[in-house]
């Protein structure tokens, strides 16, 4: 059985059972108790917690790190809320949002492998719209993929495991020499260890969308190493062969996105986002992508389809034969003269009627004969460079000009238009170009002992993320706020994450061991258990103290223990059972009449004198003692 379920991570995660394992990382879920957490009691967590084993593992250390840290910035709807984050030398865990649902590899088997167009632009977008927040904040996700992707019942995603996330603003370079991520997702750069940006997520995300339109993925083969050779050489089969009635939009879409070049990528998720907006509202738009050529970097070629040839071949009338007028029954001739005069005299008389009609109103497209125009790409240029640009110089196109901040795009330079460039429109028509007001920066107030919702409240206002942990400070009450980081007075761009450290009470690990000498076993059982402990191993020992009587315990009464810890007592088995004596061995003289006659001569009791072997007399034992003395001789003799 797994050691962490049943126990409380920092007396507030209680760990119920295992739902998912990684290479570095073991997910539990968890409810959280007591009032005093990110969240209300009761609520259901996911708890990401690093294996013990890896706990010495620097590499795995500093990659489980960098995602509590690369998490810890995103706050989006489409990417899976973090609650806490635990990062110490004996556990190292993220409390995040449980998602109760399935990933988006489970609903692709479920329904054979392959989506609609429109379920895969559903997903899509809202994978999009979590990389555009997490590009924003800095964040390379590097390892998008069905697996990381949670599908809720109401069709909403959510993005997790930023286990290998690179952090830009952190200066937090890859690892020479390592493709980091899925080999069947990465990228080409990612496949030779070079380094990457955010257009290796864009590059990821065309990937799932081939294998979501197509049923299949762009490359495979038994050998990861073969797969990843696939992903730096080799161009996948195209994806209008294998699945025809997919619309050529999305097939253009698919393929800018799977680019071997980053340069021919999107260069952002919301250049990928705006054409997949421009597909819904147009389904048969075409965008007539350009790609730089790897071998002449100077030379810019042109990728699109023949759609007329398309539907031509698509469309062509079956061959006739010799035969093929054959056994067709004969249609009765009539004549067709007087109702092909009468259609020709309305038709005569209906275009003279436009004609007219073109003529008072100054049709534009007749009498000027606009041609159409191929946008330019303005994206990345300034307003003078773009107003010097032939297409608005000429007034083939007519800009209108907006103004946004965008953290992306230094002050001064177009981040975005509408319509995208690419697209063919007629001439004159208005073409809408955004430019950036650079970073919009934003002082963080002083929100000291503030309470918690109102602190969050003033900081969304402001435009940036909020991120609540917890923490003890006795001088501010519970629920109140400590301090923010950056601290209050700094300036932060708009869309940074603010940590605000809300004080709550210190959370008891140990508790003080009451005396339990000169107590019944039992009793001093419930005491135990009302300071928190458990009663130990009991050692028996005699003693003149009833039975079962604690006469010591470890540890000894009065010294600190941890919660649930266990106290070991010896207790009294009662008095030691007293021996019965032995009976002394007779020695040789002893008679049964009481009379001992000593080797040297006879000893009468009765009488109380001695009379020595040679016959000589001696005087009664009580006058001199030397009588005693020589029977203590003979008997020791």
């Not at 080409?188 to 990937?207: F, H, L, M």
């Not at 080799?234 to 699945?243: I, M, Q």
């Not at 699109?304 to 001739?333: C, D, H, L, V, W």
């Not at 300036?491 to 809300?502: E, F, H």
Request: with cysteine.
């Amino acid at each position: 059985m797994d050691n962490l379920i049943g126990k409380r991570l920092d007396g507030l995660y209680e760990v119920q059972e295992l739902i998912g394992s990684g290479g570095m990382a073991n997910v539990y879920k968890a409810v959280m108790r007591g009032h005093n957490g990110p969240v209300p009691a009761g609520t259901v967590v996911a708890v990401k917690v690093l294996r013990q084993e890896y706990m010495h593992d620097p590499d795995l250390v500093r990659r489980f790190k960098n995602e509590s840290k690369a998490i810890s910035l995103l706050n989006h709807p489409n990417i899976v809320k973090v609650y806490d984050v635990s990062v110490n030398d004996h556990l190292q865990y993220i409390v995040m949002e449980y998602v109760d649902g399935m990933t988006l590899r489970e609903y692709l088997n479920e329904r054979g492998g392959k989506l609609s167009s429109r379920e895969t632009v559903h997903f899509i977008s809202q994978i999009l719209k979590a990389l555009e927040h997490a590009h924003a904040n800095g964040v390379v996700h590097r390892d998008i993929k069905p697996q990381n992707i949670m599908l809720l019942d109401n069709g909403q995603l959510r993005m997790m495991d930023f286990g290998i996330a690179r952090i830009s603003r952190a200066d937090n370079p890859l690892l020479a020499g390592k493709a980091m991520g899925s080999v069947h997702y990465i990228s080409p750069e990612q496949a030779k260890g070079d380094e990457t940006d955010c257009t290796s997520d864009i590059y990821s995300v065309g990937v799932m969308m081939y294998e979501m339109l197509s049923g299949h993925l762009p490359f495979d083969a038994e050998d990861a190493v073969e797969v990843a050779i696939k992903q730096i050489s080799d161009e996948p089969r195209s994806l209008h062969e294998l699945a025809p009635e997919v619309p050529y939009a999305l097939v253009e879409i698919t393929e800018k996105a799977m680019a071997k070049l980053p340069q021919n990528r999107y260069p952002s998720a919301r250049a990928m986002l705006d054409a997949l907006d421009t597909y819904v509202q147009n389904p048969s738009v075409l965008f007539e992508y350009q790609y730089i050529t790897e071998d002449a970097p100077e030379k810019v070629v042109k990728r699109t389809m023949n759609q007329n040839r398309a539907i031509r071949q698509n469309e062509q009338p079956a061959p006739r034969g010799k035969n093929s007028g054959k056994n067709k029954p004969r249609k009765k001739r009539r004549s067709v003269f007087l109702p092909a005069l009468f259609g020709i005299t309305i038709a005569f008389a209906l275009a003279c009627l436009a004609l007219c009609w073109m003529i008072l109103n100054d049709s534009s497209n007749l009498m000027n004969n606009k041609a159409d125009v191929t946008l330019g790409d303005y994206i990345g240029m300034t307003r003078e460079q773009a107003e010097g640009t032939d297409q608005i110089a000429s007034g083939q196109i007519s800009p209108v000009w907006e103004e946004e901040y965008n953290s992306n795009y230094a002050a001064g330079y177009i981040y975005k238009q509408s319509p995208v460039s690419g697209r063919t429109v007629r001439e004159g028509q208005s073409v809408t170009l955004t430019v950036s007001l650079g970073t919009q920066y934003v002082t963080v107030p002083d929100l000291t002992n503030y309470v918690q919702a109102d602190a969050e409240q003033q900081l969304k206002a402001l435009g940036v993320s909020v991120l609540v942990t917890q923490a003890v400070d006795t001088s501010v009450a519970s629920g109140a706020v400590i301090r923010t980081d950056p601290a209050a007075g700094t300036q932060v761009a708009a869309g940074t994450t603010v940590i605000v450290y809300v004080s709550r009470p210190q959370v008891a690990t140990t508790t003080k061991v009451p005396s339990l000498s000169g107590m019944n076993v039992n009793d001093a059982r419930t005491l135990l258990v009302q300071n928190h402990l458990g009663l130990g191993s009991q050692t028996e020992q005699y003693s003149s103290q009833p039975v079962g009587t604690v006469l010591s315990q470890s540890p000894a009464a009065g010294s600190t223990a941890k919660l649930n810890g266990r106290v070991n007592v010896v207790v009294s088995a009662g008095p030691e059972p007293e021996q019965e004596p032995e009976a002394p061995a007779a020695s040789d003289g002893e008679t049964s009449g009481g009379e001992t006659t000593p080797s040297g001569g006879e000893t009468t009791p009765s009488g109380g004198e001695t009379t020595p072997s040679d016959g000589g007399e001696s005087s009664s034992s009580s006058s001199t003692g030397g009588g005693i003395m020589d029977w203590w001789a003979s008997l020791l003799g």
